[in-house]
């Protein structure tokens, strides 16, 4: 993608020049080096072309690629128990520290746009790989110190607390609402989620679905 986008940015400009060049050599007579620019354009304009559709090609393949690995990221994140015990939560974590969240982030370093690259970056970044990145952090700081904390205290439950706390912030999300009975009371309910498995759901099967397919229907759009 990004070589692609170099190709097209260094090119595009040159190829304009050799065009202009040859026409103005032209107009003075001189064609020997009119062809030879209306020769180096010719080059050019192919180059840019084939740059062109491998970009497209590449682009559609870095966005897929990391569509993928957020959504395996996600489904590693949704096996947290919401309501489980201390110990299935423990387990959960040390489970989810082994996906490789590196390569999720080796994926949105390879997304590189021809154009508007900053500002649709930052929106992906932002949206969607930076959630992901600091979740996995979290996840990796708690089952080091509770693989630290089992071994040097066994049995003690009470100091790996904090840090299935910590998970329990980051991946669990309460979401209270309120209902409207037939003889106008209203009842307080609470929605518990997985928070990581609802944003990459949602951003995923949004924005970033438009970026990814522009022309075709969302899952959620398809509802």
């Not at 999720?104 to 970056?121: H, N, P, S």
């Not at 708690?142 to 693989?147: C, D, E, G, K, V």
């Not at 106008?184 to 951003?203: A, F, P």
């Amino acid at each position: 993608m990004k070589e692609n986008k170099w190709t097209i940015l260094i090119g595009f400009p040159l190829t304009v020049a050799a065009l202009t060049g040859a026409w103005y050599l032209d107009s003075l007579g001189k064609s020997f080096g009119s062809n030879v620019l209306l020769g180096i354009f010719g080059s050019g304009f192919l180059t840019l072309l084939v740059a062109l559709v491998n970009y497209l090609t590449k682009r559609r393949e870095t966005l897929e690629k990391f569509w993928t690995l957020g959504h395996k990221a996600a489904r590693v994140f949704n096996k947290y128990p919401l309501d489980g015990s201390a110990e299935e939560k423990i387990e959960a974590i040390l489970l989810i520290n082994e996906f490789d969240f590196d390569a999720v982030g080796d994926a949105y370093a390879a997304i590189d746009f021809l154009l508007g690259d900053k500002k649709t970056r930052m929106k992906i970044g932002s949206e969607l790989y930076v959630p992901i990145r600091d979740a996995g952090r979290t996840i990796a700081d708690s089952a080091f110190n509770i693989i630290r904390l089992r071994r040097a205290i066994p049995g003690k439950m009470a100091v790996l607390e904090p840090y299935i706390s910590n998970v329990d912030n980051v991946l669990i999300k309460t979401e209270v609402s309120y209902h409207k009975c037939e003889d106008g009371r209203q009842i307080e309910v609470s929605d518990i989620c997985n928070r990581m498995m609802t944003l990459c759901h949602d951003q995923f099967n949004g924005f970033y679905w438009k970026l990814m397919y522009p022309w075709k229907k969302s899952e959620k759009e398809a509802e």
